[in-house]
């Protein structure tokens, strides 16, 4: 009866092992399979430029065919996707890395900071007038500039065009502008 009981042990023991041979044998063949699954490539060598993904350059082929519009269109999705802000933000501090981006940036900067200049004069230019009116553009000119005569008036009227007035106030420009515009005369302020 031992000799029984053994033979069955073993016999036992046989299919045991050959379970566990069987399963080793499945766990090496699902290895060899994720192994040869993933492609493995070999690194580039330093200097050489790496090649880039085919699934990455398809996408790149598919949005270089795309007119203004639809690029629109992608950014407007994407940024909805991704939900991303509308305008882009630069983090702080990355013009340091950037290299030469930084000096635009900077002069753009320093224009906006620099004050613009404010013109506070300005010249007031009788260009032409209506020869029908030059009776009372003269008497006009008389009225509104100091010192002149009618005889200076009307000489000054004739040399057009001249300047009636230089560095004068915005306020007092139009008002001499529309004074002469009322007589006939065509006026610049300059």
Do not use: C, H, W
């Not at 620099?114 to 009776?135: G, M, R, S, W």
């Amino acid at each position: 009866m031992f000799a029984v009981r053994t033979t069955f042990q073993l016999g036992r023991l046989g299919s045991f092992s050959r379970q566990i041979a069987t399963n080793a044998a499945r766990n090496a063949e699902a290895v060899a399979a994720t192994m040869g699954a993933e492609k493995m490539t070999m690194p580039v060598p330093e200097g050489t430029e790496k090649p880039a993904d085919p699934k990455l350059v398809s996408i790149v082929d598919s949005i270089a065919r795309l007119n203004l519009l639809e690029v629109s269109e992608l950014s407007t999705l994407l940024k909805r996707k991704l939900n991303l802000p509308d305008t882009a933000m630069m983090p702080a501090g990355f013009g340091a890395f950037a290299g030469g981006a930084a000096a635009p940036a900077a002069v753009a900067d320093e224009e906006e900071a620099a004050p613009k200049v404010v013109k506070t004069t300005f010249k007031v230019k009788l260009v032409k007038y209506d020869e029908k009116q030059k009776v009372a553009l003269i008497k006009e000119v008389k009225n509104l500039l100091e010192g002149m005569n009618l005889v200076q008036a009307k000489k000054f009227v004739e040399s057009t065009p001249t300047i009636v007035k230089d560095d004068v106030p915005k306020e007092e420009a139009e008002k001499l502008k529309e004074a002469f515009t009322k007589v006939g005369a065509v006026v610049e302020i300059e």
